[in-house]
């Protein structure tokens, strides 16, 4: 059984909008610190999102002001909503856990932004 499963790719117009969702089989999700990766052709894994299991957050630079990551621990579920999209945000995006220092990966969900 996969720990992390996501959700919710897909293509989308320049200037247009998705939201990843990624569950988590876990009963300790809440400890989790929760991520998203991404992961362009011929580039190397990007780190786009972090946020801890106090909520605090972390956005690389690229997405700040675009993306928002969030988390429901009730659902043990990790959002990522993304606006404004360009077609640089094209790529297969990972939902990324750690807890405490082991790391888990989900299966990666393709984001495709083109006109």
């Keep these: 059984q996969d720990l ?3 959700s919710g790719g897909g293509l ?3 200037g247009g909008s998705l939201r990843l969702s990624c569950v988590v089989s876990s009963s300790i999700f809440s400890l989790y610190t929760m991520g998203w990766y991404r992961q362009a052709p011929g580039k190397q894994r990007e780190l786009v999102a972090l946020i801890s299991r106090d909520k605090s957050t972390t956005y690389v630079d690229s997405v700040k002001g675009r993306f928002t990551i969030s988390r429901d621990n009730l659902k ?3 959002y990522l909503e993304m606006n404004s999209l360009k077609p640089e ?3 297969v995006y990972y939902c990324y856990g750690r807890y405490p220092e ?3 990966w989900g299966q990666g969900t393709q984001v495709t ?3």
């Design 76 to 78: 043990k579920m990790v």
């Design 102 to 104: 082991t790391e888990y």
């Design 113 to 115: 932004v083109s006109p």
């Design 12 to 14: 989308v117009q320049p």
């Design 89 to 91: 945000d094209t790529a």
């Design 4 to 6: 992390l499963v996501e």
